[in-house]
């Protein structure tokens, strides 16, 4: 976690070290990532670095963190706006298709999401993911339990399971557009948003069917 002469910094000089690490870690991964070129971007001493954070991997958890924020804020109509009136899962389809359009928009964003789920190093993987995931558990929880008052999910429904199909559906959704090697058999395309969302319903609708009321 950062430390408190990070919490003293002004605001400004806490973005422009976030911005320039997430561009940093979202081009080269945590692995290459160059503490030299986040400090010099940012326009502070590379020893300040070390004043914030007490490494590398405290920086980049922290970076994944403030990302998976960015990204939970900008979800969050889709999460709680949801009222049973729609089918879930045409609901789940759209939210997805809104959370592809915002990684299109978002490169920084879309950056620090490749590289905490790509990263080749399994103990900095855990690391950064763990708390990602935990912060998507709060919001998608509470929207399947909505699902299921509202008749759309089984009653019996093994909840747990879904959310698990989910935090795997989710990355792979969000980085398929911009990363054809994680593409898979269903192409995702970049800028044809109609038949994207077509694929984005062609993984999602068979995940949903199984927990979906009859």
């Given at each position: 976690?950062?430390?408190?002469?990070?919490?003293?910094?002004?605001?400004?000089?806490?973005e422009r070290v976030l911005v320039a690490a997430?561009?940093?870690?979202?081009?080269?991964?945590?692995?290459?990532?160059?503490?030299?070129?986040?400090?010099?971007?940012?326009?502070?001493?590379?020893?300040?670095?070390?004043?914030?954070?007490?490494?590398?991997?405290?920086?980049?958890?922290?970076?994944?963190?403030?990302?998976?924020?960015?990204?939970?804020?900008?979800?969050?109509?889709?999460?709680?706006?949801?009222?049973?009136?729609?089918?879930?899962?045409?609901?789940?389809?759209?939210?997805?298709?809104?959370?592809v359009d915002y990684f299109e928009k978002n490169?920084?964003?879309?950056?620090?999401?490749?590289?905490?789920?790509?990263?080749?190093?399994?103990?900095?993987?855990?690391?950064?993911?763990?708390?990602?995931?935990?912060?998507?558990?709060?919001?998608?929880?509470?929207?399947?339990?909505?699902?299921?008052?509202?008749?759309?999910?089984?009653?019996?429904?093994?909840?747990?399971?879904?959310?698990?199909?989910?935090?795997?559906?989710?990355?792979?959704?969000?980085?398929?557009?911009?990363?054809?090697?994680?593409?898979?058999?269903?192409?995702?395309?970049?800028?044809?948003?109609?038949?994207?969302?077509?694929?984005?319903?062609?993984?999602?609708?068979?995940?949903?069917?199984?927990?979906?009321?009859?």
């Amino acid at each position: 976690m950062p430390t408190t002469t990070w919490s003293h910094l002004s605001p400004e000089r806490r973005e422009r070290v976030l911005v320039a690490a997430m561009d940093e870690f979202g081009t080269h991964g945590y692995s290459t990532g160059s503490l030299n070129v986040i400090a010099r971007e940012a326009g502070v001493a590379k020893g300040s670095l070390f004043q914030y954070f007490s490494g590398k991997l405290d920086l980049f958890t922290y970076v994944a963190e403030q990302t998976s924020l960015r990204i939970f804020e900008a979800m969050r109509p889709w999460l709680d706006d949801y009222d049973g009136t729609v089918a879930f899962d045409a609901h789940l389809v759209a939210a997805m298709d809104a959370w592809v359009d915002y990684f299109e928009k978002n490169p920084l964003e879309r950056g620090v999401t490749a590289a905490t789920n790509m990263e080749i190093d399994p103990l900095v993987r855990q690391a950064v993911l763990e708390p990602v995931q935990e912060l998507y558990l709060l919001g998608l929880r509470p929207l399947l339990a909505r699902a299921q008052s509202a008749g759309h999910l089984r009653p019996d429904a093994d909840v747990d399971a879904l959310l698990s199909l989910l935090l795997l559906l989710l990355p792979h959704v969000a980085l398929a557009t911009f990363f054809p090697a994680v593409t898979g058999p269903v192409v995702l395309p970049k800028g044809d948003r109609s038949t994207r969302r077509a694929a984005i319903e062609r993984l999602v609708r068979p995940v949903v069917g199984g927990f979906q009321a009859r």
